[in-house]
């Protein structure tokens, strides 16, 4: 009896099909997980990012202060921002200042011995060196002792931040107790913060000192009617200074 013969079976060509079909599947569901995350709601993207940001705190890896939200609503994002006029902590309104300034010294202040301007970081009172210290010293003279006291009750009234900034003009200091105009601006502005703590009680943390020697100048070095308004100690209140339609009478002029 003959035997049938087995088919042959032949081998597919069509298997690559199958993975083929497999990663277009996972393409897919990449690009859908892609735009799912594209169109998630970034109020609650916040809310999770606070959530895990408070669980870290409580954990003690992050301070009390890391604790907000990373990506903010956009309701929030597109709020504008409202300066107001009041005092605040941040930006204190320095109109009423100015004009209280400008009254206390106004003597002084025609003699040109101080200047009230208003400045890029708030109110800078100028106290110049023909009316406020002694040539290549840094203590503030007996005789501007009463200016000086009226000027420094006013700023002991107010919770203000203060920078004290000396300047010179460009001629070289030459004496037993400096040797350069570096020295001499940081020692008169230092000096100064020393007499506001311990003679007016000004709280040393609102206190900062700054010596800029020739190199801030406010006039010409070229002649000596700029080098007398160049030498000067520049008592620099933060905050935010009126519109110019507001100045004080005069203020500007000086």
Do not use: C
Not at 217 to 236: F, H, I, T
Request: proline content about 6%; cysteine-free.
């Amino acid at each position: 009896m003959r035997r049938r013969r087995r088919p042959v079976a032949h081998a597919s060509h069509e298997r690559w099909l199958v993975s083929y079909a497999d990663f277009i599947t996972l393409l897919f569901a990449f690009f859908v997980v892609l735009y799912s995350a594209a169109v998630i709601d970034k109020k609650k993207v916040g809310q999770v990012a606070a959530s895990i940001q408070v669980a870290f705190q409580n954990m003690g890896a992050f301070p009390a202060a890391a604790a907000q939200p990373a990506i903010p609503s956009p309701a929030r994002a597109a709020a504008p921002t409202v300066i107001t006029t009041s005092t605040t902590e941040g930006s204190p309104d320095l109109s009423a200042l100015w004009q209280e300034l400008e009254q206390a010294l106004a003597q002084e202040i025609s003699r040109g011995e101080v200047v009230v301007r208003a400045g890029p970081e708030g109110l800078v009172v100028s106290l110049r060196e023909i009316g406020f210290f002694d040539s290549g010293s840094a203590g503030v003279a007996d005789h501007s002792k009463p200016a000086f006291s009226r000027m420094a009750e006013l700023l002991a009234k107010r919770d203000y931040q203060l920078r004290i900034e000396g300047h010179t003009d460009n001629v070289p200091i030459h004496n037993s107790q400096y040797t350069s105009n570096w020295e001499l601006s940081t020692a008169r502005a230092t000096e100064m913060v020393r007499l506001l703590i311990t003679k007016y009680q000004l709280p040393p943390q609102r206190l900062a000192a700054a010596g800029y020697a020739e190199y801030h100048p406010v006039a010409s070095n070229e002649n000596e009617s700029g080098r007398a308004q160049n030498r000067r100690v520049d008592v620099v209140i933060i905050g935010k200074v009126p519109a110019p339609s507001f100045i004080p009478g005069g203020a500007s002029s000086h």
